[in-house]
C-alpha cells in the first residue's frame, strides 16, 4: 500500500523533496505529479531539486497560463 502524501504549496513541495530519506524515485514522482510534467534527464536529487527550484521561481509565481511540460536539468 503507498502512503499517501499531501502538498499544498509549492513551498512544501520543496520541503518534502529536500529530506534525506526521499529517494530521487520518490522525488520524481511527486514533482511530477505535483507540477503536471515530465521529468527527464534528472538522475540526482541535486539536480531535481535545482531544477524544480527553476521551474517554480520562473513559471508559478504569477499564475502564467502556459508552463512547460518538461522539467530538465538548468
Known amino acids: 500500500m503507498e502512503k499517501e502524501i499531501i502538498i499544498g504549496s509549492n513551498n512544501e ?25 515530465i521529468c527527464i534527464d534528472l538522475k540526482i536529487k541535486k539536480e531535481l531539486i535545482e531544477s524544480t527550484e527553476y521551474y517554480i521561481n520562473k513559471f508559478c509565481q504569477n499564475h502564467l497560463a502556459e508552463k512547460p511540460l518538461f522539467l530538465s536539468p538548468v
Open 13 to 37: 513541495l520543496l520541503e518534502f523533496i529536500k529530506q534525506e530519506d526521499i529517494t530521487i524515485e520518490e522525488a520524481l514522482e511527486v514533482v511530477s505529479k505535483f507540477l503536471n510534467v
